[in-house]
């Protein structure tokens, strides 16, 4: 299961689960969005099962994990869906601040908690898994203006080390942290002044891609057999600089 399956990184972890062998369950808060992603997983061999919730909406995520049970027996779980917007400090409100919790941690834990037993049962030879998406700038390099994600992020990351310790030995619980692996497709950061200012301080130069993503989950998900509780960097080096 891929929340937020419809596009970018999401539609990319997809895909390499489908190349796997994985049959899947893709979620997205509108249906018709998940059109491309199930056409190209289906051409992989993949079944698919389109859900969809709003993950600001705990009775959605609720409603989510009953439809999701309903229709398979997850062996993978993966957070991928995120909201990602400013929040400067002068302008800040605390439903914005909220809704960046529920969706970015709270919707998370809750939907581990209700797929968990499905996923104790797998039988893929590492046991089930959890991998979430955080990000390296919720972990000790923080940007302005992004208080609420941020801090959204970094409840995420507790989370993975505790699930970590409360669903072993069954399930691993993993994050993969990215720098930049997509720059968002408007806004201020799609501006190439802003990208090029951030890449001068990634020591590899370049951002990462969606597929790099994908593969850094999918390692954790299948051969990271003795792993639980980390978080794989995915930043070009950005820590170090």
Request: with cysteine.
């Amino acid at each position: 299961m891929v929340t937020g399956a419809s596009r970018r990184v999401g539609r990319a972890i997809a895909l390499e689960l489908a190349a796997r062998g994985c049959d899947l369950l893709l979620h997205a808060r509108h249906a018709d969005s998940l059109a491309q992603t199930h056409a190209a997983a289906a051409s992989l061999g993949a079944r698919c099962t389109p859900l969809t919730a709003d993950l600001d909406d705990p009775t959605q995520v609720e409603r989510l994990a009953s439809d999701a049970l309903a229709a398979a027996r997850p062996d993978i779980l993966v957070h991928n869906a995120s909201s990602y917007t400013r929040s400067p400090l002068a302008s800040l409100t605390a439903e914005h601040a909220l809704s960046h919790f529920r969706i970015n941690a709270l919707a998370p834990l809750l939907l581990s908690r209700l797929l968990a037993p499905a996923l104790s049962a797998s039988v893929l030879p590492g046991g089930g898994s959890i991998v979430a998406l955080t990000d390296i700038h919720a972990m000790g390099r923080p940007r302005r203006d992004f208080a609420a994600y941020a801090m959204s992020k970094a409840a995420l990351a507790q989370m993975i080390e505790s699930l970590a310790r409360d669903l072993a030995p069954r399930v691993r619980v993993n994050a993969v942290a990215p720098g930049v692996v997509a720059f968002p497709d408007d806004g201020p950061e799609a501006s190439p002044d802003l990208q090029a200012a951030y890449l001068a301080r990634v020591p590899l130069a370049r951002a990462g891609t969606p597929a790099e993503a994908a593969k850094a989950v999918a390692f954790l998900a299948f051969d990271a057999h003795y792993t639980t509780g980390a978080t794989l960097r995915l930043d070009g080096g950005r820590w170090l600089a």
